[in-house]
């Protein structure tokens, strides 16, 4: 089974979405949204940003 993008409002009425795995374990959350269409667009641009993204490793 393919990953999936869920659309959810939280407790305080924001729209968020989370990305899940085929197996249904959750692999990324997106920000609080005030509304639905920007929530979308924030998922539009997970799909065109993340594949040519760098993996960078950060230290503390």
Known sequence: MAGKFEVYT??????RFRLKAGNGEVIAV???YN?????LKGIDSVK?????AAIVEVKD
Do not use: T
């Open 10 to 15: 939280d407790k305080s009425g924001k729209f």
């Open 30 to 32: 997106g920000e609080a």
């Open 35 to 39: 509304s639905k269409d920007s929530c």
């Open 48 to 52: 065109r940003n993340a594949p040519d």
